[in-house]
């Protein structure tokens, strides 16, 4: 038996763990003790990491459409028809006409080949990937007003703090590691605040819970930020040293008061005023959240809300403080910082700079874009309308985790060509032309980003099966064939290529990343690596406040659909399921889709648990079993969305935030019927 | 028969003994030390593997059998089982497979369970540097190997006091007979000594009585509450042996026995959707209640060995031990690290 150290699948936590390989088979997992961050400790879906790795069902060869059906194929047909048919759209139609989706399931190295394909040999930047629909709002509004999109310090540090802000993470359940270091922290004696609709877990061991109605975030920040003021309690010389903006932010935040916005998010002033006395007077305070806060039509605008919350309490840049966005994907941070976004390149350089697109000319030998593309969403649109037309979507099951379903699937079909490459089939590759069977975690080299923004070794432990390949080894074929270089010999020297036009990876190789790896930034082959950003100055000198004001969500519950539907995750499954719902332990945990609601409501309706039911939006209608639920709300409902039986994103709205451009997930007016039995 | 090996002759030991069987050792990686197939590399005596060692003898995932239907009849195959010397295992791992032995050796007996057993050498390493996380002591169960096993080692400073218990143990030995020394009266009096040193470093206020009258006081929804659900605690735990029956594959596939544990919910779940444990916190109090109350009325012996594995694994801030909800400070987190 031997043990492969490697880094998990799951979510952004980034934990260590050791995958148990025995006769060429992954038979287990183990935690891995000397890690710096999760320390010996797993959650559920991390112990049984390696359990799907070995499913039947994986894709292993490639497959080509032929009429209704997806019929074998070798790799030199399916990559010869997708060079084909991409170059006959690009002839036909132009760049634009094309994009590409990437995976934040996968590594570092393949998604900086993938947007390097998508720029240098499609010529387009029409390249995203799903953290447009998770953390787009906090690349854009931690960027804005940090100068640096990502989490400022790391996970460990959060034991440091004396109160922590939680906003929008059910964590103890999507993010377990990050958790048990709030929880080490609590039982040091720091004070929990939890801002959550729901009563998680967490806020049920919070010294407060707030549970403001979905989508007025901005209203009880900005009340806390002016609560804060009022009672002197800001960092009066952290705002004059550090920040700019202010006197606009506080005129702006003032209009909030407490009654004001206890009218808005229904949160009584009274708690509004005890969390910001407890927030403002920590010497040591740290915000943490997720997709509750940037999951909204005006998620930018709750992440610049938060920023200047710390930043007017001066809690940034020091252990223990700071902001802390929770990534969802193992590599949705990697990913960004890949410049798998239509906007920027490697690191966050802009496309539209002359300078920086100079350099990745000389560097790739080729001619790039210089508009910014479409995002995710924009791209759909366009292939509903007609104007793109050729697709590639890499490790990603757009169907089921997209929002709108319907349209979705209508959008997909209406293009010339789709090719996807994953490692099961999905509800995704039921509609592509070409399919190719991908590696898995396990299976292949190369490095995953954290959430803390530390990059860490992912090491093969088994072979693929069948004719699946690693990602990036097809990418670099399908570059050359689209007639781009695309010389590598091994992840490694991908990342060689990353570091050397890269400024915060700059430093980092496979030969320095240790059992510790290394958290950007790291410029320099002597430089550590860096625990907490921001600590002397923001990289664009100051941090910029930026006021922002409160405006209604698109939809709220009327007459026609009473009921307010959120949308989220189970601790037992991933996203679309196509993992840990074939791992039997996780499988059997959550066997079957479900609302949650609360009992009130239930008892009204004649619900009980487990009485069938259909919810249904403008969009669409599921039918799910009804499961009571305390911490629901009156009026509200929990649909997670991994259930391709049930898919919730059949409900959602495809409303845009006009920054970040993600679409509004978490909420939906919605009403509830009962179901025949 | 018993001998002195010294310190730096045991990669030849291991070497010798490596053409004939499997040797699985601990050895150091980086992320910790771990039991895997020994290939040469620095093996780690010292630290103790989060993942036990008997993993070996009921794997997190093991193919009980392959079927494979042909013209409307199944055939089935069994797998090989690879003949194992398990090196350097602890006191309390080797309590813990005397422990699984009585499980599984209850009528009927698991067969898949005696097959890997009866294909695997034990040598046993007495525990001179115990963890703070270790209690061994208090449940009987170390520092030194009191059950039966093939060959037991002391670290008695400059090498091993080597005493063979089984012909499997003379065997072993003589497979690297050209290393040994003979075995002198210091030799013992030093292994008494370091031993004796062991227990006073260990807590003794945690016998299974002591632990019981915890279990009395605990609350235990308010631990609930902090347990994260993940399992790990019986993932850790040598003596937690819970698994799971499925078929994968149709037509053909695999038989597959694996790890479960009943700190999750749909363990102890009733078809029509009840759940008799159906809080985090008489889950936990279940798996309490199996070590300390079920197993030793079913074995005669204490479900734990007090090898603190759950305390080191637990990612909320329970203290596994005292059952208390209190913070494991920053020099626990540290020490996890070693």
Redesign the interface.
């Known amino acids: 038996?031997?043990?492969v150290?490697t880094t998990c699948i799951y979510c952004g936590c980034g934990c260590?763990?050791?995958l148990?390989v025995?006769g060429g088979r992954?038979?287990?997992?183990?935690?891995?003790?000397?890690?710096?961050m999760s320390?010996?400790?797993?959650?559920?879906k991390?112990?049984m990491a390696g359990?799907f790795v070995g499913?039947?069902d994986r894709l292993k060869s490639p497959l080509i459409r032929q009429g209704d059906r997806l019929i074998k194929a070798t790799w030199d047909e399916a990559l010869a028809l997708t060079a084909e048919s991409l170059r006959g759209i690009q002839k036909e139609f132009g760049p634009q006409a094309l994009g590409v989706l990437t995976s934040a399931k996968g590594t570092n190295e393949e998604n900086y080949l993938l947007m390097k394909m998508a720029r240098a040999a499609l010529g387009t930047n029409n390249v995203d990937h799903v953290a447009r629909l998770c953390h787009a709002p906090t690349v854009a509004g931690l960027g804005f007003a940090l100068g640096s999109g990502a989490m400022t310090g790391s996970i460990f540090s959060l034991?440091s703090s004396d109160a922590i802000l939680i906003v929008g993470s059910n964590t103890?359940e999507q993010h377990?590691?990050v958790?048990?270091h709030i929880?080490?922290a609590?039982?040091?004696g720091a004070k929990l605040i939890v801002v959550d609709p729901r009563k998680t877990?967490l806020a049920?061991?919070a010294d407060l819970w707030l549970s403001p109605r979905q989508g007025t975030d901005v209203a009880w920040i900005n009340c806390l930020l002016n609560i804060i003021v009022q009672r002197d309690l800001a960092d009066w010389q952290f705002i004059k040293e550090r920040t700019e903006g202010f006197i606009e932010t506080l005129q702006a935040a003032s209009a909030y008061t407490a009654e004001k916005a206890e009218e808005i998010s229904g949160v009584p002033a009274a708690d509004l005023v005890k969390a910001a006395s407890i927030f403002g007077l920590a010497s040591r305070g740290a915000i943490v959240y997720a997709m509750g806060v940037t999951q909204h039509v005006r998620g930018t605008d709750i992440v610049q809300a938060l920023a200047n919350l710390a930043l007017v309490t001066g809690n940034v840049g020091r252990e223990g403080t700071g902001i802390y966005p929770l990534r969802g994907h193992q590599n949705v941070q990697g990913a960004c910082d890949m410049g798998a976004l239509p906007n920027v390149l490697s690191g966050y350089q802009v496309v539209s700079s002359p300078q920086v697109r100079a350099k990745f000319v000389e560097a790739w030998r080729a001619q790039l874009p210089c508009e910014p593309g479409l995002t995710a969403l924009e791209m759909l649109w366009a292939a509903e309308s007609g104007s793109l037309k050729g697709l590639i979507i890499v490790g990603e099951n757009p169907v089921i985790s997209y929002p709108h379903t319907s349209r979705v699937q209508k959008a997909l079909k209406g293009l010339e060509f789709l090719m996807v490459s994953d490692i099961f089939p999905t509800e995704t590759t039921a509609l592509a032309d070409v399919v190719l069977p991908a590696a898995c975690f396990a299976e292949k080299d190369g490095t995953f980003t954290s959430t803390e923004r530390r990059v860490q070794r992912v090491r093969k432990a088994v072979d693929p099966p069948g004719e699946a390949r690693a990602e990036w080894e097809w990418i670099c074929d399908l570059t050359r064939r689209l007639g781009a270089k695309a010389e590598y010999s091994s992840p490694g020297d991908v990342m060689d290529e990353i570091a050397s036009l890269t400024p915060s990876y700059g430093g980092i190789s496979y030969e320095r990343l240790?059992?510790d790896g290394l958290q950007w930034p790291c410029p320099t082959k002597d430089h550590p690596g860096t625990s907490i950003l921001h600590v002397s100055r923001f990289p664009h000198g100051l941090a910029r406040l930026r006021p922002v004001l409160y405006i209604d969500p698109p939809e709220t519950p009327d007459e026609d659909y009473p009921f307010m539907l959120t949308t989220g995750r189970s601790?037992y499954h991933f996203h679309t399921g196509t993992m840990t719902r074939r791992t039997?332990?996780l499988d059997?945990?959550v066997p079957t889709p479900f609302v949650e609601i609360n009992p009130e409501d239930a008892r009204l309706m004649g619900i009980r648990?487990?009485t069938k039911v259909r919810v249904e939006t403008r969009r669409g209608s599921v039918s799910v079993e009804a499961r009571l639920a305390e911490g629901v709300c009156k009026g509200d409902l929990f649909l997670p969305f991994h259930f391709s039986e049930a898919p919730a994103n059949a409900l959602t709205a495809q409303y845009l935030d006009p920054v970040s451009k993600i679409a509004e997930l978490k909420v939906s007016a919605a009403r509830l019927k009962k179901e025949a039995p | 028969m018993k001998a002195f090996l010294p310190k730096h002759k045991l990669p030849l030991l291991l070497e010798a003994l490596r053409g004939q069987m499997e040797v699985?050792a601990p050895v150091s990686?980086?992320?910790?030390p771990?039991?895997?197939?020994w290939q040469g590399q620095p093996i780690d005596l010292m630290g103790k593997p989060?993942?036990p060692v008997t993993?070996?003898l009921l794997?997190?995932?093991?193919a009980l059998f392959t079927y494979v239907q042909e013209a409307g009849r199944y055939t089935f195959k069994e797998e090989m089982i690879p003949s194992r010397l398990l090196f350097g295992i602890r006191p309390c791992d080797l309590h813990a497979i005397a422990l699984l032995d009585r499980i599984f050796g209850r009528e009927p007996p698991d067969q898949a369970y005696f097959r890997r057993r009866r294909a695997t050498a034990l040598v046993v390493q007495n525990c001179t540097s115990p963890g703070k996380e270790c209690f061994c002591v208090g449940l009987e169960a170390g520092p030194e190997a009191k059950d039966p096993c093939d060959l037991q080692l002391t670290d008695i400073g400059d090498g091993f006091l080597c005493q063979a218990e089984t012909p499997v143990g003379i065997l072993i030995l003589n497979a690297g007979r050209v290393l040994l020394q003979p075995a002198l009266p210091e030799h013992f009096q030093e292994k008494t000594k370091l031993l004796q040193e062991a227990r006073r470093a260990m807590p003794r206020d945690r016998s299974c009585s002591q632990i019981r009258q915890a279990m009395q006081r605990a609350d235990w929804e308010a631990l609930g509450?902090?347990c994260?659900?993940?399992?790990?605690c019986s993932?850790?735990c040598p003596v937690c042996h819970c698994f799971?029956i499925?078929d994968?594959?149709v037509p053909d596939?695999q038989r597959?026995r694996?790890?479960?544990s009943c700190i999750?919910?749909?363990f102890s779940r009733l078809t029509g959707?009840a759940n008799p444990r159906r809080t985090p916190g008489q889950r936990l109090r279940h798996w309490y209640q199996e070590k300390f109350e079920d197993i030793p009325q079913i074995t005669g012996l204490t479900g734990c060995v007090g090898c603190g594995r759950c305390h080191?694994?637990?990612?909320?801030?329970i203290n596994r031990v005292d059952l208390s909800?209190?913070?494991?400070?920053?020099g626990d987190?540290s020490e996890?690290?070693?």
């Open positions: 038996m031997e043990k150290i260590g763990l050791l148990h025995d992954i038979v287990g997992a183990s935690p891995s003790i000397t890690h710096p320390r010996g400790s797993l959650c559920i991390g112990w359990d499913h039947p034991q103890t377990p590691l958790a048990s929880l080490r609590r039982s040091k877990r049920e061991l240790g059992p601790l039997s332990l059997r945990e648990d487990g | 699985i990686t980086d992320a910790g771990a039991f895997v197939t989060l993942s993993e070996f794997p997190h995932k093991e509450r902090e994260l659900s993940c399992g790990g993932f850790v799971n499925l994968l594959g596939g597959l694996c790890r479960d999750l919910s749909g959707g080191l694994t637990c990612p909320a801030a909800v209190v913070s494991r400070l920053m987190g996890a690290r070693r």
